[in-house]
């Protein structure tokens, strides 16, 4: 499995982006995913999840009502829409199965940076 995350970079606070995760390598219609991230010195944390047909969807606390989390079964891809971004939005974004699997590696994560 290959989790390949993208659609980061600079944006400045109350702006938006999307960001994408293709897995390659393996289905994923019937599995539950993520997104996580972490910020510089920072452990990674959960920000939101979706179940394997896309109609249970759940947000941390700090992103809920900003950021929306959707999928693409057939395209195996993952994808976080984030509005109203602000400067402690700003992490490495990654994506996995929630929970995350041992068997597939995390990918190279995508940056997220919000300037004030």
């Known amino acids: 499995v290959q989790l390949v995350e993208s659609g980061g970079g600079l944006v400045q606070a109350g702006e938006s982006m999307k960001l994408s995760c293709v897995v390659s390598?393996?289905?994923?219609?019937?599995?539950?995913m993520a997104w996580f991230r972490q910020a510089p010195g920072k452990e990674r944390e959960f920000v939101a999840a979706?179940?394997?047909?896309?109609?249970?969807?759940n947000y941390a606390d700090s992103v809920k009502g900003r950021f929306t989390i959707s999928r693409d079964n057939i395209k195996r891809t993952l994808y976080l829409q984030m509005n109203s971004l602000k400067p402690e939005d700003t992490a490495d974004y990654y994506c996995?199965?929630?929970?995350?699997?041992?068997?597939?590696?995390w990918g190279q994560g995508t940056q997220v940076t919000v300037s004030s």
């Open positions: 979706i179940s394997p047909s896309g109609g249970g969807t």
């Open positions: 390598r393996t289905a994923i219609s019937r599995t539950p």
């Open positions: 996995n199965s929630n929970p995350p699997r041992l068997d597939w590696p």
